[in-house]
């Protein structure tokens, strides 16, 4: 409290951000202006008329887009002021947000290349229920940032230096990382670039093999149709390429420790990042395996805060921890939860015979007006999918779980990628049952357990069951004063 009680003053006045901050305010008007007018300026690009001054309107709107960077900058001001973050912003509208200390779930600290070369920080504020960042302070020299970030935290930061890595990320695992990401959908996004800047030499290309004798031509189309297998394995080959190289620049040196109180993380390549999250803010422990990951023999870890219920992702900032092995993650879950979910646990499963009937019906709905072709093949092709959606519904009927213990649960879901959800009964927010009018004549219901991170449903389990869950989740939430937000 001495060392917060030193530094506050520094921010008792209403305080700027650094001058090129002017830069990220550019930048994002100029993404905000072309992801929302794209389709009218692609228009105007390829307008004969307008093309003629398409360097008198690239400067005006250069020139504007300045003006406004630098006015959001000149009226973006911050401020410490009863143990709250003040800030008011706007230009002709004026906003004043006081956000509570108690009300922040974590502050981020980012740096980018420009970063870098001028020795600042971006600041990344993250509250309950707000729809990404609260606030970012695009720029602040590292010693008012670490201040600030003192401040915001409460003074709970610990040392890092003095606590053991839980994780940290070497090139031999950073590899493995990389060459289990989803390789072909690098690939067709590979693919797509390519045909996207050869598409408008097509013309070209064509009025060269008009000018060649027909022998020459037959011979181009036939090497053509020979080197397709080649083309593919070379855009898969690029997919792996951009894989390895995305993993390396966002996780690169990436470091995971656990102190008394908090989760500390840091990494990155073109964009360092630095955040410490309070335990006890955690709302669900989310881990992740393909196929390819299980081979490896790891998965990956995301950690969830609390998060806006207006959007489908919420917006939230989850942290993402690749790479951990079944030890790591062990360690992981045990500093953040009591329970052991290796004994005495209760399990609870769908109705199977309901589950694999709805889960078929499902997948083969939709291909029924295809049997009405008068064609053998689509039989063929119907009665191949119908039983790859029994054995698909089976595999991940057996993979579908709810665990439950007196004070947590964990979800289990999923066959080729495999999901677990882990969450304290007294952090859920409501629980709930529904049923429609087939699982009533079952005595079947969903169970939904709704958490600040977003929602968890069992499907098609007993009606009893769903009860006790019910009622113990609201006794849960109701009896327990821990803090958890």
């Not at 072909?184 to 045909?195: P, T, Y």
């Not at 769908?350 to 295809?370: E, N, Q």
């Not at 699982?439 to 939904?448: E, F, N, P, S, Y």
Request: charged letters at 20%.
């Amino acid at each position: 409290m001495n060392e917060q009680a030193r530094v506050k003053p520094v921010f008792s006045q209403a305080k700027r951000q650094h001058v090129l901050g002017v830069l990220r305010f550019f930048t994002r008007n100029v993404w905000t202006l072309a992801r929302s007018f794209w389709p009218v300026l692609a228009g105007l690009a390829i307008s004969d008329s307008i093309r003629m001054y398409a360097g008198l309107i690239g400067a005006v709107g250069v020139l504007f887009l300045s003006v406004v960077a630098f006015l959001e900058h000149w009226r973006f001001t911050f401020k410490i002021e009863a143990s709250a973050l003040v800030i008011e912003r706007g230009i002709i509208e004026r906003e004043r947000m006081v956000i509570p200390f108690d009300r922040i779930q974590t502050v981020h600290t980012e740096e980018l290349f420009w970063h870098r070369m001028f020795g600042l920080v971006g600041l990344r504020i993250d509250t309950a229920g707000s729809s990404g960042a609260e606030v970012e302070i695009s720029a602040l020299k590292k010693s008012e940032a670490q201040q600030l970030n003192t401040i915001l935290s409460r003074g709970a930061m610990s040392h890092s230096e003095a606590v053991q890595p839980l994780v940290q990320l070497d090139w031999q695992k950073l590899l493995r990382i990389g060459l289990t990401q989803n390789h072909l959908r690098n690939a067709i996004i590979s693919f797509g670039a390519v045909v996207a800047v050869i598409e408008p030499l097509m013309q070209w290309l064509e009025q060269g093999m008009d000018a060649l004798p027909w022998a020459w031509v037959w011979a181009l189309k036939l090497i053509w149709v020979l080197a397709i297998p080649l083309f593919f394995l070379f855009f898969l080959l690029v997919g792996l390429l951009v894989s390895l190289v995305g993993a390396i620049l966002r996780y690169h040196k990436l470091t995971v420790r656990l102190a008394d109180n908090q989760l500390e993380m840091s990494g990155g390549f073109l964009k360092r990042f630095e955040f410490k999250l309070p335990l006890h803010k955690i709302q669900m422990l989310e881990s992740k395996s393909g196929i390819l990951q299980r081979i490896a023999g790891f998965e990956t870890v995301r950690i969830h805060q609390a998060r806006s219920q207006v959007t489908s992702d919420g917006g939230a900032v989850n942290v993402l921890i690749p790479g951990l092995n079944d030890q790591e993650t062990a360690v992981l879950a045990s500093r953040l939860f009591l329970e052991d979910f290796t004994r005495g646990a209760k399990v609870l499963r769908p109705h199977r015979l309901f589950w694999i009937r709805r889960s078929i019906w499902r997948s083969v709905f939709g291909l029924i007006p295809f049997l009405l072709l008068p064609h053998p093949l689509v039989l063929v092709l119907f009665i191949a999918w119908m039983l790859w959606s029994v054995l698909a519904s089976l595999r991940k009927y057996q993979g579908t779980s709810f665990v439950v213990k007196p004070t947590e649960l964990l979800f289990r879901t999923g066959w080729r990628v495999q999901v677990k959800r882990r969450v304290e009964w007294r952090k859920l927010q409501r629980v709930s049952i529904r049923s429609n009018w087939f699982m009533q004549r079952k005595g079947l219901a969903d169970v939904v357990l709704s958490t600040a991170a977003g929602p968890i449903t069992l499907p098609y389990v007993r009606v009893e069951s769903a009860k006790q869950l019910r009622d113990w989740g609201l006794f849960q939430i109701e009896s327990s004063s821990a803090p958890w937000m």
